[in-house]
């Protein structure tokens, strides 16, 4: 019966891998994905399932000749709060590193089929001083113009949270619906 127990505690754990999705279409490439502007709208949820806040980002994705990208992101909360993150992803065999200036142990950006996965550390406001948190962040393409992105928070291994938001690319200026619908 303890065997049984562990086992099913254990598989629990286990999360999806990067190989469940290689056969998923459409193909999640970031630097296709993350190039120009981008807008995102989503939900921060307590570690009970409550959403505690809502919130708005424009987010502008850059590369240069040598593969780096910048994703310059700018958050507005619904009680007021601006938060700002300039992401860096240098290539890496494999995928790329993620860092910015509020990202106390870099992520590594891997992705297969339609998602991308990264986990990393991130340093967030906590009453009068700030606490750091582990993301484990999962991105899906579900169309051309439009990824969700589910990422799970946690401290000592406790989930303590969770974001769930949706970014869409913006259309150019004469270039149609961004739906794909003519």
């Known amino acids: ?8 505690a254990l598989a629990g754990c286990a999360g999806p891998s990067l190989e469940t999705y290689k056969d998923q279409s459409p193909e999640l490439v970031p630097a296709e994905f993350f190039r120009g502007e981008l807008s995102a ?14 919130f708005d980002a424009d987010i502008v994705a850059t590369w240069d000749e040598e593969g780096v990208g910048t994703l310059d992101e700018v958050f507005r909360f619904n009680d007021g709060e601006v ?15 993620a860092t910015a200036g509020d990202v106390a142990e870099p ?19 906590y009453g009068e ?28 291994g406790l989930d303590v949270g969770e974001i769930v938001l949706v970014i869409q690319k913006r259309a150019s200026a004469g270039s149609g619906p961004s739906n794909g619908i003519q």
């Open 83 to 97: 938060q700002t993150r300039v992401w860096t992803l240098t290539p890496q065999e494999g995928g790329y590193r």
């Open 1 to 8: 019966m303890l065997i049984l127990l562990l086992s099913v």
């Open 41 to 54: 709208r989503g939900v921060v949820k307590d570690y009970a399932g409550e959403v505690i806040r809502t």
């Open 129 to 156: 001083g700030t606490i750091d948190v582990r993301m484990d962040d999962w991105m899906y393409l579900v169309t051309s113009d439009t990824l969700i992105n589910q990422t799970t928070m946690s401290k000592w």
């Open 107 to 125: 992520g590594f950006m891997r992705w297969q089929g339609n998602a991308i996965h990264m986990n990393y550390v991130l340093t967030v406001a």
